[in-house]
């Protein structure tokens, strides 16, 4: 018989505002890295809440994503990533640098409405820390310049907890290759109050959409491309 592998506990970093050690380690070589693999633009840091937590959401199309989101977005607050479990079982590697520079809040996508999972944001967002979430909740299907729909968990949890959320819209990361540029477009904060949980999706929809680039496939040589579109 197969052995179950148990998903990985949540709040394995304490969830809060203040950055780990682990974090600024990473952060201190992992960023001159990624600017050396891709030449990465980002537009918009001034948009980004000075004061208080909030929420990020940004669309989805590949590994590479999430790693712009921390490079992007200050030291303090720490980022916390909702991470599906499965995923994050697999990609081993991928967790354990998430891991090391964010926070963590497991996502079972096989339950719906999940009391545990709203506690967990509830709690990091309640200690000044930020939530990033991909609301789009995948990859497959996805293309460069277009929006799924958006999941209605992030407004809920805007909502609750009256904090922004802040739209950023990702371009050039569904294939990678050795300096390809990609870009990180951070929008204006979405207030939550006096907002509807129908209201805020279709704000921050329509806000990621506005913010998405036209996309068009570069030209020229793409060194390296199988290996590092499929590196995690």
Not at 103 to 112: A, D, E, T
Not at 152 to 173: E, M
């Amino acid at each position: 018989m197969k052995e179950t592998v148990p998903p990985p506990p949540a709040d394995l970093l304490p969830v809060g505002r203040k950055a780990t050690l682990g974090f600024r380690f990473v952060r201190l070589w992992a960023q001159p890295l990624l600017h050396l693999l891709f030449r990465i633009q980002v537009e918009g840091r001034e948009k980004v809440p000075s004061r208080g937590n909030f929420i990020i959401i940004a669309n989805h199309l590949g590994w590479l994503d999430p790693f712009l989101i921390l490079a992007s977005f200050r030291t303090e607050p720490r980022v916390h990533f909702l991470g599906d479990t499965t995923i994050l079982r697999t990609r081993r590697v991928q967790w354990l640098i998430v891991r090391a520079v964010g926070g963590y809040v497991p996502v079972n996508k096989q339950l719906h409405g999940d009391a545990r999972l709203f506690e967990h944001v509830d709690h990091c967002l309640q200690r000044g820390g930020v939530v990033a979430l991909f609301p789009e909740g995948t990859t497959d299907g996805t293309d460069e310049g277009r929006l799924l729909p958006f999941k209605k968990g992030f407004a809920h949890w805007a909502i609750d907890n009256q904090v922004p959320v802040v739209p950023v819209a990702l371009s050039g990361t569904k294939d990678l290759w050795f300096r390809k540029a990609v870009r990180v477009i951070i929008g204006e904060s979405l207030q939550a109050q006096d907002q509807t949980v129908e209201g805020l999706v279709a704000q921050a929809h329509a806000s990621v959409a506005a913010l998405l680039p036209a996309y068009r496939e570069p030209s020229g040589p793409k060194p390296l491309r199988r290996w590092l579109t499929h590196l995690f």
